[in-house]
């Protein structure tokens, strides 16, 4: 299995999610997300996990599924947390150090 793929995604108590066939449907405070999974996969929803299958042992299908439940655990983080972008950078010699957050 992959070793991204064979990990169950943890839903928080304030988000949905539903499975229709090959959509996968989101829903937050944040707001609602939806994704149609590639050929040779599959996801469930049990409990409080999302879980994400794959047809076959190809390279192509291990590279699917490893990229598919990446994109639904980020949706998941999305539709509860929001987005946030962090921003370094650092200076040498007589320049200070700056940081910025953007929070969205």
């Known amino acids: 299995m992959s070793r991204i793929g ?6 928080p108590a304030k988000v949905k999610v539903e499975v229709k066939d090959r959509k996968v449907l989101v829903e937050g405070p ?3 997300l939806d994704f149609e999974l590639p050929r ?11 879980k994400v299958n794959r047809d ?7 590279a699917l599924h490893g990229l598919s439940r990446a994109i639904l655990n ?3 983080k999305g539709v509860s947390e929001g987005f946030m ?4 950078i650092q ?3 007589s320049k200070p ?8």
Not at 40 to 50: F, L, N
Not at 56 to 62: I, M, N, T
Not at 85 to 88: C, I
């Open 74 to 76: 980020n949706m998941v």
């Open 91 to 93: 200076a040498w010699g």
């Open 6 to 11: 064979r990990l169950p995604i943890d839903i």
């Open 30 to 32: 944040k707001g609602k």
């Open 56 to 62: 076959g042992d190809e390279a192509e299908a291990r």
């Open 40 to 50: 040779r996969t599959s996801a469930v929803v049990e409990g409080a996990q999302i």
């Open 97 to 104: 150090l700056c940081r910025a957050t953007r929070l969205t």
């Open 85 to 88: 972008k962090k921003l370094e």
